[in-house]
């Protein structure tokens, strides 16, 4: 069945309208289910998947995971079954109304207000999909669709878990390779890009990904700046850029941001943990404008010099006040002491390195003692401090990547980190040992595409069953890589083995199938016992089955010739009946026989004759009776009654004579 073709009906209820766009793994559809009226969206896995395993158990898995998801806020898997040509199909919830991405596009910015309720709504559906032990992967503007609802106020849900995978280890956990790249990258999480790296992923990549989709709604930028590449390695080595002020244009509440930028702290760790905290963030957020909106702020009473009844204080203090305002300046001159005690210990942790406590100390000093004359020259030198080991990490980091990128040999980006750190540490002490070791690299790579060229043709050979000169590129491997060689040989006996197996299974198949069709069950089930274990376990069980056809048609033609000779005995001895039990039981026994039918049949036919010569002797011995009695015209109506039996019978012209001779 083609799928493509607008007015295609699936499974006789999901009518093609449009279609909607293609994928990786599947198309996706716009359909009408025929019974119910009602619009859905299908994806169909691809027509040149249907037969690869890994891409079934892929598309069968998103369905399994959809089918675990019941919240308001994430799309309805209404259906999922598979088409006569083996395709597999989903039949999902269709939501009319459009993603973030085109709204961004062809209405502008949202606001505030409808940010933070969008946001608390996704956050909503990812913690359902969070709460079974799955991360979705690929949370970006174009997955997450909006519409208004019944009551009149926009709504979200969240579509397509395609690139969903469980947290926990068990049967149904996604390994991604290592290397691999999964979700959008414009949309990615620092670790999500480090996947490259071995990096493993949990909830926070997700939270990272709507933070970046609800800073995108507000600005309608992205916290990085440049595109692709260059964007992927800022948020991987950099902190994203603050959302106040990142579009001119737009006046973002502070609290906003707040919340949007510990969304995208590039350690997860210092993240929301999960989705039920950035939902709290958001509403405490949400609250905290809408007071602001409606509060009126109070007014002093009375105005300035005046008390709480509008009435002129006297400049004389009383008791009370005078020993109060000792107090206070008692207060104070204690709090420029400790003051002083906590300057020097934050200079002894700036000159200990301790920044952490530093800006503790330092915070501690603005709260306590905000006008102390050496708090402004504290915050400098820890600003310069904190600038300064900033610098270093990020030259650590850079270090770091570019070893690795070395170590695996990847040549680009190694010359991307190479370049990023000298352009922070111009005058790095290893400058000319890393330019000289990413230059090599050049001639290693070349040597590893050689290796590669010769592990290439000796598995072409191995495949195509020349382990001759598969032998031989493991030689040639010898003298490029010995270490590698060996695992190849070992590589090459295996398949080698594996060949003369599977050499060894098509000869006993072949036999297998001339001992059927000479009808040998005996040899037949021998060559079976040696087929065990060298096919799969489907082929075995078909070949078995066929093997017990053969002696069930071997029985059944036994029983056919025993009842055969039984029916012919039946029948010489004139019993009806008997021969008739005997057709009987061999139809009870073999349902498919059709000896019972040809025994029935021709037992029938005998029994017809048996009849009719019954009745043409009994109507023989009338016409002489009737002679006899010189009953002419009663025997000629004899007469033609037998004729009606028998018009051959060899009687006719002796009775005709012998009635003539009664009427003269």
Known sequence: MTVASIGTVLDGKYQIVEALGSGGMGDVFLARHLHLDELRVIKVLRQDLTSDDASQKRFLREARLATQIKHPNVAILHDCSRLDEGSFYMVWEHVKG???????????????????????????????????????????????????????????????????????????????????????????????????????????????????????????????????????????????????????????????????????????????????????????????????????????????????????????????????????IDRAAQRVKEGSQVIDQAQAALDEGQLAEARALVERLEETTPGNRSLADLRLRLEEAEVEDAHRQRVQELEAMLTRYMQKKQKPLARMALDSLLELAPVHPRRADYESWVELMDEEVAQDARISAVLAAGREAAAGGDFRRARRQVEALRKLDPDRADGFAAEVAAAEAEASEDAEAAERRRAFEKALTAGDATAAARQLVGLQGKVSRVTFDALDSRLEELRRRGRREAAEAEAEGRFAQRLEARDWSAARQVARELSERFAESTAPRDMLQRLSDLERRDQRRSAVLDGERQIETLIGRGDADQAALALRVLLQLDPENPRRRKFERQIEGLKA
Do not use: W
């Open 98 to 328: 459009q993603d973030v991405g085109i709204h961004l596009a062809e209405e502008g910015l949202f606001d505030v207000a409808t940010v933070v309720d969008l946001g608390i709504q996704a956050l909503r559906g990812l913690e359902a999909i969070h709460s079974i032990g799955v991360i979705h992967r690929d949370v970006s503007p174009d997955n997450l669709m909006i519409f208004t609802n019944p009551r009149g106020r926009l709504q979200l849900k969240i579509i397509d878990l395609g690139l969903a995978r469980t947290l926990a280890p068990g049967p149904n956990h996604e390994v991604t390779q290592v290397g691999t790249f999964t979700g959008k990258l414009r949309y990615c999480s620092p670790e999500q890009a480090r996947m490259a790296e071995g990096e493993d992923l949990d909830r926070r990549t997700d939270l990272y990904s709507l933070g970046l989709v609800l800073y995108e709604m507000v600005s309608g930028l992205l916290p990085f700046a440049g595109r692709g590449p260059a964007a992927v390695l800022a948020r991987v080595t950099g902190e994203p850029l603050p959302l106040t002020g990142r579009n001119p244009d737009v006046e973002v509440p502070p609290a906003l941001s707040d919340v949007i930028m510990k969304a995208l702290r590039r350690e997860r760790d210092d993240r929301y943990p999960n989705a039920v905290s950035f939902i709290e963030a958001l509403d405490d957020l949400g609250r905290s404008l809408a007071e602001a909106s409606t509060r009126e702020v109070p007014a002093l009473g009375g105005g300035p010099g005046r008390g709480a009844a509008g009435r002129p204080r006297s400049n004389e203090l009383s008791r009370a006040e005078r020993d109060a305002l000792l107090a206070q």
